[in-house]
């Protein structure tokens, strides 16, 4: 194994001990069989996808490794990721919550509909990250970089994003809670918010994106914005 494989694998091993935690801690109990499901699902999509891509493309792994608040050079998007991350861990923190104290109970039909949707969601982060080699996890422009318009890019401007809405709405479903959801509507928020000054950012320093935006008028959800 390599520097790269150990770096990408022990920072995926590290999230998962902290998901772990958020999960079962505040929910203080072996048996949430939702959360222990939940947390399987998500770890082993994003070790098959980290796979995948140290064997197929090393250079996007590079790309999503620099991560989080402190890894992003406008401080806009700092403030933005921010918000995020506090509105993130408190869907993960308040859903098992939520299953300690039974402020509300999600159909066990329709936790496990909602895992289906996570599920499907990493396969759309999966055909993004194929199709455009720059989805790097922060906001920037490399010198090679260029427009990718084809296959997801053609439908939407940002698949990647699509693909985190509904992964975002069911997280709490999954994990039981009808709660969670309100955290998650704030983490949808601050989705849009990243996804507009994304845009501006790259209007002023990707060349052609600006035409991209002309032919491409979805941002997010076909047929509604």
Not at 95 to 119: E, I, K, M, N, Q
Request: with cysteine; net charge positive.
């Amino acid at each position: 194994m390599d520097d790269l494989a150990k770096r990408a694998l022990t920072g995926l091993a590290r999230f998962q001990i902290a998901l772990a935690l958020m999960i079962v801690l505040p929910a203080w109990s072996l048996t949430y069989w939702q959360g222990w499901l939940y947390w399987l699902l998500f770890g082993a999509s994003c070790v098959l996808i980290t796979l995948y891509f140290l064997r197929h493309d090393r250079a996007l792994i590079e790309r999503r490794m620099q991560a989080g608040p402190a890894a992003e050079t406008e401080p806009r998007q700092k403030l933005i990721l921010t918000f995020a991350s506090v509105a993130l861990i408190a869907t993960y923190v308040i859903a098992p919550l939520d299953h300690r104290f039974g402020w509300s109970s999600v159909p066990a039909w329709l936790a496990l509909t909602a895992d289906a949707v996570v599920a499907v969601s990493f396969y759309g982060f999966f055909l993004t990250f194929r199709q455009n080699a720059f989805a790097a996890a922060t906001v920037k422009v490399e010198s090679d970089q260029r427009v990718i318009s084809t296959g997801l890019y053609a439908v939407v401007r940002h698949p990647m994003y699509a693909f985190a809405v509904p992964l975002f709405l069911a997280t709490p479903l999954a994990l039981g809670s009808w709660w969670g959801l309100v955290p998650a509507a704030l983490l949808l928020a601050a989705l849009v918010w990243r996804l507009l000054d994304e845009e501006s950012y790259l209007a002023r320093n990707l060349p052609g994106y600006t035409d991209y935006q002309q032919q491409v008028r979805t941002r997010l959800i076909p047929g509604i914005w």
